[in-house]
Each structure stands twice: as C-alpha cells, then as structure tokens.
C-alpha cells in the first residue's frame, strides 16, 4: 500500500494517520520500534504493509507520496515531530 496526501487538507489528515499508527505499532519518532522484543511481531507482524523496512538497521519507513502546490504545507511535515519519519 503507498498512501497519497494531496493538498494541506490531505497533508494534515496523513500526518495525524502516521501519528497514530507509528503508536499502534510502537514505531518510535525516529522510525525504529520501541517496544519489548518479545512483542515485536505482535505490533510490527503486518507493518511492512505501509512501512518500507530497511533491513540493514530496521528502520521503518512510511510508504507515502506528498503533493501540495504550496510548499509551506510540506514544510510544516519537515518541522514537525515526524520529520524524522520521511
């Protein structure tokens, strides 16, 4: 699955989507998870689904496209608390 955010009103709805699920899955807002070892598979099992997982360090990537014509709506995402994720 890619998730497209179009416009700011896509933007913003997107972000609060990752916000959730990154704490669904304890994904940490470094994009690693953050939760027991013993419970990964329990929270990550079917993250690769919207996540690209680097496997050299296990960084969870979201699969996502972001699109708006005004450029101030992407640069509040790269400010935000998730900037790290993307």
Known sequence: MI????????????????????????????GFYTGNDQDEDKYLGNSEF????NQSDRKYVPRAILVDSESSVL?????SHLSNLF
């Not at 919207?50 to 997982?53: E, K, Q």
């Not at 640069?75 to 400010?79: F, G, H, P, S, Y």
């Open 3 to 30: 998730q497209i955010q179009i416009g700011q009103c896509g933007n913003q709805v997107g972000l609060n989507y990752w916000d959730k699920l990154i704490n669904e899955h304890k994904i940490g807002l470094d």
């Open 50 to 53: 919207v996540f690209n997982v």
């Open 75 to 79: 640069d509040e995402i790269r400010q």
